[in-house]
T-cell receptor, first 115, second 112 residues
Framework: KAGVTQTPRYLIKTRGQQVTLSCSPISGHRSVSWYQQTPGQGLQFLFE???????NKGNFPGRFSGRQFSNSRSEMNVSTLELGDSALYLC??????????????FGPGTRLLVL | QQPVQSPQAVILREGEDAVINCSSSKALYSVHWYRQKHGEAPVFLMI?????EQKGHEKISASFNEKKQQSSLYLTASQLSYSGTYFCGTDVSGAGSYQLTFGKGTKLSVIP
């Protein structure tokens, strides 16, 4: 089975712009979670989608949004980019999203640099 | 509430052992351990569930102490390939959805 894929792998944007990142989960996986990773804060949960519905959201401003399509592919969008949004954005998938009992498989991430 | 990992960093010589701890201020439903090498995605190591047994494979194992709200990862006879940053992710809800809170990581360096 192919792993989790994320596109693009690298992105450079300027403050005020918006960006859309894409994630394709492992075939058959219906839960997709997004994380932001920075040297200072580590891995922080953004949100989780299951069957096109957002089930959980982390403590991030409304500029961060996402969606999931019927084929389980997911996108996240960040509007009005700020310098502090520079980070590695990781997507992870699991079969049913039963957090306590399932393994999450991470994609390679999208490295976003905001200038 | 972010779990606290200790130590923050450790340097080992090949063949030495290490223990990485993960402590939470909340009752834990499960603990997930991942290893991330520089420039790569986190790779799953193991899950420990509330009421479950100590887990392990090869020379890496982990325990889960529900009363102390903490988990420990044990690396024995370390190899160069064990180098990386180890993260614990905790689930305090036990709900049917996925929301892990990760510690800041423990950087492990194994030297010849």
């Amino acid at each position: 089975k192919a792993g989790v894929t994320q596109t693009p792998r690298y992105l450079i944007k300027t403050r005020g712009q918006q960006v859309t990142l894409s994630c394709s989960p492992i075939s058959g996986h219906r839960s997709v979670s997004w994380y932001q990773q920075t040297p200072g804060q580590g891995l922080q949960f953004l949100f989780e989608y299951f069957s096109e519905t957002q089930r959980n959201k982390g403590n991030f401003p409304g500029r961060f949004s996402g969606r999931q399509f019927s084929n389980s592919r997911s996108e996240m969008n960040v509007s009005t980019l700020e310098l502090g949004d520079s980070a590695l954005y990781l997507c992870a998938s699991s079969p049913r999203g039963s957090g306590g009992q399932e393994t999450q498989y991470f994609g390679p991430g999208t490295r976003l640099l905001v200038l | 509430q972010q779990p606290v990992q200790s130590p923050q960093a450790v340097i080992l010589r090949e063949g030495e052992d290490a223990v990485i701890n993960c402590s939470s201020s909340k009752a834990l439903y499960s603990v997930h351990w991942y290893r991330q090498k520089h420039g790569e995605a986190p790779v799953f190591l193991m899950i420990l569930l509330k009421g479950g047994e100590q887990k392990g494979h090869e020379k890496i194992s982990a325990s889960f102490n529900e009363k102390k709200q903490q988990s420990s990862l044990y690396l024995t006879a370390s190899q160069l390939s064990y180098s990386g940053t180890y993260f614990c992710g905790t689930d305090v809800s036990g709900a049917g959805s996925y929301q892990l809170t990760f510690g800041k990581g423990t950087k492990l360096s194994v030297i010849p």
